[in-house]
């Protein structure tokens, strides 16, 4: 029995060893028929097109950016500084206003009443003071009765300044240039002092208010040049200058607040607005530059295509980059390529390492220039 087993066994491993002879060779052969293949077909495949940038060194002018938000140089609401009902309102909703002009006017009748009554005692206290001076000069009175009368003529005049100037606080204006906010207040309506009237804000200038971490205190400096972007105006430019900043470090974000300063004479920037800055850097560097267009982005890291001669026409490597600041559409290249390499601008999501190209078109870098 044992023997039976063991010539079957040996048949089997005979029989696999002469299938291998007979199949082995024809597998070999269509694997080099395919391998073949391939390789003609890639030789008659054209170089893919793709548009080229070389790589350049540009002066670049870095800026440390941050968000911030802007802030009114001025901006109260105008409240009502006596009691009173208000008679008439001078002014529109959201209307450009200088200072002095009225807002509001409260009623006066009453203190205007009591002022012809105060008019008419001064003219009374006029009349005798002038009389009893006649006396003194005559020796009819003394010194003291002509004291007591020019007492009472300057308490009447006090009087009468002293109404006047209340009926002129009935009257509200403008505490200086700027734009008026939405009515709060009526006609007929009836406001104690301190009751708001209507907000105002001075439009130009207007402040960004920002922070920087503590390790850029040493770039930073008042009169230093800060770009200011908002969404309302996307693409759009708004220049000012460092005016102030805090002397001291917040403790507890180790961050410095600065204020910057910005001309908005059209109005275009409002207060409250969110707002990104770019402080920008006083001197500037030579460096790498690109497209960003050129760089593939990926969380295992930064890569783009380099162009090389060979003997068969160009071809793409693949290289790892590393980058610094973005400004824009253009990118700083700090490590991986040099000042010359002829690298693909646009196309490179259809190659692989090896590839051969043919460069279609070219692109410039404008920056700096």
Known sequence: MKKL???????????????????????LIKLQKFLEQQENASRKRPPTPVTV?????????????????????QG???TAPLPGTTIKIHFESGQDIKTGEPLISQDIGVPSAELEGLEARLQLRRSQFKRASKLYESRQISQSDLDDSAALLKEAKAAVEAKSAFI????VYAPFDGTLGIRIVDLGSYLNPGDPIVPLYMRDPIHVDYSLPEKFISRV???????????????????????????????????????????????FLKPGMFATVSTVDAAQKSVIILPNTAITYTPYGNTLFVINDVSGGLVVQKEQVKIGEVKGEYVQ?????????????????????????????????????
């Open 168 to 171: 002129t606080r009935k009257t």
């Open 53 to 73: 940038v070389r790589a350049e060194k540009k002066d670049w002018q870095s800026s440390i950016g941050s968000v911030g938000s802007l802030v009114a140089e």
């Open 333 to 369: 290249i700090t490590d991986g390529i040099k000042a010359g390499d002829r690298v693909v601008a646009v196309g490179q999501n259809k190659l692989r390492n090896g590839m051969k190209v043919s460069i279609s078109g070219t692109v410039s870098i404008a920056i700096g220039d």
């Open 221 to 267: 400096f008042v009169g230093q040049e800060v770009e200011v972007n908002v969404a309302a105006y996307p693409g759009q430019k708004f220049s000012g200058k460092i005016t102030a900043y805090d002397p001291v470090i917040d403790s507890r974000t180790r961050n410095i607040k600065i204020r910057a300063t910005i001309k908005n004479a059209e109005g």
């Open 76 to 78: 109260i609401n105008v």
């Open 5 to 27: 087993k063991r010539s079957v066994k040996n048949r089997l491993v005979l029989m696999t060893i002469v299938a291998a002879c007979v199949f082995l060779p024809i597998t």
